[in-house]
């Protein structure tokens, strides 16, 4: 079993910064993809970004590319997201995940976070 706790998550006021950490406990997810994802209310989840194992390769959605950053330290086995130049619009519950055989956008994801709530103030 695998749990991953989210944090960082907190109201901050557009244009803003947060960095958002993902810990892992019981077995290791140093060896697989892990990705984020958010949902707003009222709107279906949807990718943020994504990390393979060694973090040589990473995927950002368009809305995200050049704002955020995916990384992670495998000696902690923790995942980040660097938040910057944030937007009302980034309001969201923000969760995540480790990959299976396939990861990025459409990959397929086994264990989930509970979420931390970003919340972008105008």
Same mark, same amino acid.
């Given at each position: 079993?695998?749990?991953?706790?989210?944090?960082?998550?907190? &109201?901050?006021?557009?244009?803003?910064?947060?960095?958002?950490?993902?810990?892992?406990?019981g077995?290791?997810?140093?060896?697989?993809?892990m990705? #984020?994802?958010?949902?707003a209310?009222? *709107?279906?989840?949807?990718?943020?970004?994504?990390?393979? #194992?060694?973090?040589?390769?990473?995927?950002?959605?368009?809305?995200?590319?050049?704002?955020?950053?995916?990384?992670?330290?495998?000696? *902690?086995?923790?995942?980040?997201?660097?938040?910057?130049? &944030? *937007?009302p619009?980034?309001t969201?519950?923000?969760?995540?995940?480790?990959?299976?055989?396939? #990861?990025?956008?459409?990959?397929?994801?086994?264990? #989930?976070?509970?979420?931390?709530?970003?919340?972008?103030?105008?």
């Open positions: 079993q695998v749990q991953l706790v989210e944090s960082g998550g907190g &109201l901050v006021q557009a244009g803003g910064s947060l960095r958002l950490s993902c810990a892992a406990s077995r290791t997810v140093s060896r697989y993809a990705g #984020w994802f958010r949902q209310p009222g *709107k279906e989840r949807e990718p943020v970004a994504a990390i393979s #194992w060694s973090g040589g390769s990473t995927y950002y959605a368009d809305s995200m590319e050049g704002r955020f950053t995916i990384s992670r330290d495998n000696a *902690k086995n923790t995942l980040y997201l660097q938040m910057n130049s &944030l *937007k619009e980034d969201a519950l923000y969760y995540c995940a480790r990959a299976t055989t396939s #990861w990025g956008p459409s990959g397929e994801y086994d264990y #989930w976070g509970q979420g931390t709530q970003v919340t972008v103030s105008s």
